[in-house]
């Protein structure tokens, strides 16, 4: 199914507004993570996966008032407790954290401490029976946290050396460089609406590397396509007809998925929403990166090696012997 036909959009000429585009949502998020960093320690608010401590999730059989919450924990003398209403008010959940601590059995006495506090305060009928607890410990925690950075960053290195294989080192740096692209929007999106970053939401950016790196490949491919059949057409408009031809596939493939995710972050409720999140932000960066990033850097690279006296012609498809 062809959606566009005969498009001859010139996305080249383009490019220095798509700069100004990612440098303006690049910076925003780094200067976000900045603050972050100065204020709580970390570029992004990290969930209990990473950065240790105790979540409690209560449901009440009553619609709960946080200030009496609140002041029934801290009367129990448990400090520095952040509770909130967790899904829709009407399900009348509080979910309540507490900050890190130094072993797993104050972790664990932490959670009891707020159940007994709780249920002294209200008495057992209020509390429903529901009761959910996420208890991980600081050094766990940060084991997580470098496990989940080293695997983006050894997917991101398995990407470079295969397409350094499959079509030129020149193809895998592009593609890696749009993907690291489109990681620090995403993470930068987390920082800038202050979300936390969770082990399923490092899943969804795995996945989105993945995604980017597929788009832009197909576009690559169909460059390399273009160059066995057009050798006397310059570069630039080799990528920009390369662009067009596979718009449609573009539009279809993305449109789709970013329909789904957008549904699920809509429908999914408050244990998706960061997942959902990452992926809604993340395949909209990444379709724009395989045109906007990717792309442009070959020919970039190019002109570069042009001026240096160092021009090499970039690889073509091999003929079919069909």
């Known amino acids: 199914m062809e959606l566009f036909r005969g498009v001859h959009v010139d996305w080249l000429g383009k490019k220095w507004y798509f700069l100004g585009f990612s440098l303006i949502f690049s910076v925003a998020g780094i200067v ?45 003398g448990i400090k520095d407790a952040n509770v909130v209403t ?15 601590q130094h072993d797993e059995t104050s972790l664990d006495a932490g959670r009891q401490q707020i159940e007994d506090a709780l249920r002294a305060h209200y008495g057992n009928p209020i509390i429903s029976t ?21 695997a983006t960053l050894y997917s991101m290195l398995g990407m470079l050396v295969y397409l350094w294989f499959r079509f030129q080192l020149i193809y895998g740096v592009a593609a890696v460089v ?11 999106a987390f920082a800038l609406t202050s979300q936390e970053i969770s082990l ?8 989105l590397v993945g995604y980017s790196m597929n788009d832009t490949i197909v576009v690559f491919d169909r460059i390399r396509e273009n160059l066995r059949l057009s050798r006397r ?6 990528v920009n007809r390369s662009i067009n031809q596979t718009l449609s596939r573009t539009v279809l493939t993305s449109g789709l998925t970013f329909l789904t995710v957008l549904s699920l972050y809509i429908f999914g409720g408050p244990v998706l929403r960061g997942f959902s999140f990452a992926l809604v932000v993340g395949i909209l960066i990444g379709t724009y990166s395989s045109i906007a990033v990717a792309a442009p850097m070959l020919v970039a690279w190019q002109q570069w090696r042009a001026k240096t006296g160092k021009a090499t012609a970039l690889p073509a498809a091999k003929r079919s012997k069909a």
């Open 178 to 188: 749009a993907c690291f692209h489109d990681t620090l929007i995403t993470v930068g």
């Open 233 to 238: 057409e310059s570069l630039p408009d080799v």
């Open 32 to 76: 976000a993570m900045g603050w972050n960093w100065s204020h709580i320690g970390s570029p992004v608010p990290l969930g209990v996966d990473f950065r240790g401590g105790t979540q409690v999730q209560l449901k009440f059989v009553q619609l709960p008032d946080l200030n009496t919450i609140r002041q029934a924990i801290a009367a129990a």
């Open 200 to 207: 399923t939401v490092i899943a969804a950016i795995l996945t």
């Open 86 to 100: 967790y899904d829709e008010a009407s399900n009348n959940e509080v979910l309540i954290s507490l900050p890190e």
């Open 130 to 150: 529901g009761t959910k607890v996420d208890v991980v410990g600081p050094t766990v925690g940060r084991q997580l946290e470098k496990k989940a950075a080293l």
